[in-house]
């Protein structure tokens, strides 16, 4: 279907006015596409490319269930329409729901086989439900479709560095920047690669990037997190935490994320689960790496792989995409449908996450799922998985604070801000602590601090608590040749060293300090 054609039935001015909203949320600025937009919902509500739009953006303001909804309502009048079933995956992935944006995209392209968008959204829903064989065969025709799409040469760059290819990661997005410059995208993959110095030309040219207009508010998120990493390997800490500052607030427009409603949300959890009764038997194949991210989840991860009887799956999503299903299927939101579940549905649930993780077992007994925020989902996983070995991962609160800070997460909404931060780190302490006293046998606290001390003791611990009998090749896991896809993944493949990076900032950390610990 021709763009123009997608138009029929709006007024001319109205027309206009959608064309901008489009042009504005392809610029990643949800605000200004929303005003152009208002005028032509109120007069046109049920017009599908209105709709579209309006899907998107709810989608980036967070509001999913209503994104959904309005996508669907547009694919149900133009079910022909191969971009229509794209923005319907998009949505349907920011909402976590990964099997039905695969779906929708698919179809897309059935629909149009040449529509390298759709081949391109496909590819990073892929990488991101751990298929990274389909999804690098997405990227390459997206690629081949388009060789000036720089966001699927980016994408081919991270699977070259997932694979430990970090040099033609490197080539890769150096020839993206040398393409379009202001695809932030680009630099933050290569200042992602923790273990490359960016230097002075680099910052330049990054300013320069933030500079043109050709520049959308995703690209400027990302320069400005490649910016503030390049600046700390100056030395220019003071410009680095600028640099933050300005990305954070940029991010931070977008959603705004709420302490006491998160708070709220994890004790109506607990409360919810404090008198369930679990399924027996089952987990003994899966252990959970989890804990804040930048935590040292992925250093455990690289260790536990390093094992002969454990394979590292990296960040599954299985577990919170079976209880939004669960919600569904009860049409009722997690948690409230907990209290109702009987044991036989807890072991359904365990069964259906054990046979959907059946893949990574497939060389050896034990998976580790290594998804940071499981730690949301403990009560859970123990619920559906009893005999499943659970390592939390705590590191100094400051350091992992500031970490997440300087990362550029998607979706990871608190941390934009040092209160936000703190408000998320306390809970998780909470939580952490709680579950690890109340089941000692299953629920194992794993101190970063303590490994780089110990390395030989924390690995033993590590080992015996998951069961698993003493290999040295645990303490060589620097050596050991796997995917690994985090923001650490060139770091866990160099021999251990301390990471803490806190003292550089000094005083410009006070705030987060005192938000961390208010009676310091």
């Given amino acids: 279907m021709k763009a123009g054609s997608r138009l029929q039935g709006l007024s001319p001015a109205a027309a ?13 600025r949800p605000d200004q596409a929303s005003q152009a937009l208002g005028g ?50 998009t949505v349907l992935a920011d909402a976590g729901e990964f099997d039905g944006a695969i779906a929708a995209l698919q179809h897309a392209v059935e629909l149009q086989p040449e529509l390298a968008t759709a081949w391109y959204n496909l590819g990073i829903i892929l990488t991101r439900r751990v298929r990274y064989a389909e999804a690098g065969e997405a990227l390459r025709r997206v690629v081949s479709l388009a060789p000036q799409h720089a966001l699927a040469r980016s994408q081919l760059a991270d699977a070259l560095k997932v694979g430990g290819r970090v040099d033609e990661a490197i080539a890769e997005y150096r020839k993206v920047i040398a393409m379009q410059p202001w695809v932030g995208m680009a630099w933050w993959g290569l200042a992602n690669i923790k273990t490359v110095r960016l230097e002075t030309n680099d910052c330049d040219a990054i300013r320069a990037a933030l500079a043109d207009a050709r520049a959308g508010d995703d690209d400027r998120i990302a320069l400005g997190f490649a910016l503030a990493k390049a600046l700390d390997d100056q030395g220019q800490y003071a410009a680095s935490f600028d640099a933050l500052a300005q990305a954070n607030a940029i991010a931070r427009r977008r959603v705004t994320w709420s302490a006491p409603a998160f708070s709220a949300a994890i004790r109506d959890i607990e409360a919810a689960f404090a008198s369930v009764s679990s399924a027996s038997g089952l987990g003994s194949e899966a252990i959970f790496v989890l804990g804040m991210p930048r935590s040292g989840t992925t250093l455990v991860e690289q260790v536990l792989a390093s094992h002969s009887q454990a394979e590292g799956a990296g960040e599954l999503p299985d577990m919170p995409l079976l209880i939004n299903e669960e919600s569904k299927r009860r049409e009722q939101p997690f948690p409230h449908w907990v209290q109702a579940a009987q044991p036989q549905d807890w072991e359904r649930l365990g069964r259906s996450y054990i046979e959907r993780t059946a893949h990574w077992r497939r060389q050896r007994p034990i998976h580790i799922d290594k998804l940071p925020n499981n730690w949301i989902y403990i009560a859970a996983i123990r619920a559906m998985l009893p005999e499943a070995h659970i390592i939390v991962c705590r590191r100094d609160p400051l350091e992992t604070c500031l970490s997440c800070y300087r990362q550029h997460f998607a979706g990871n909404d608190y941390t934009r801000t040092f209160e936000d931060l703190a408000g998320y780190w306390r809970e998780f302490d909470r939580s952490a602590r709680q579950f690890a006293a109340a089941h000692p046998a299953r629920v194992y606290q794993h101190v970063y601090e303590d490994l780089i001390a110990d390395p030989q003791r924390s690995i033993r611990s590590l080992l015996e608590f998951c069961g698993l009998p003493f290999e040295s090749a645990c303490l060589r896991f620097h050596e050991t040749a796997r995917d690994v896809r985090s923001p650490s993944a060139a770091q866990v493949r160099e021999p251990l060293r301390d990471s803490a990076r806190a003292a550089r900032y000094g005083v410009l950390l006070d705030p987060l300090r005192r938000a961390l610990d208010p009676q310091a």
């Avoid at 309006?54 to 909804?69: K, M, P, Q, V, W």
């Fill in 40 to 89: 032509v919902l109120a007069s046109n509500p049920d017009h599908p490319e209105a709709l579209r739009l309006e899907a998107g953006i709810l989608s980036l303001r967070g509001r999913h269930a209503d994104a959904i909804n309005a996508m669907q309502r547009a694919v149900a009048q133009r079910a022909d329409d191969p971009l229509y079933h794209n923005t319907l995956g």
């Fill in 16 to 28: 206009r006015l959608v064309v901008a909203a489009a042009q504005a949320l392809d610029a990643g």
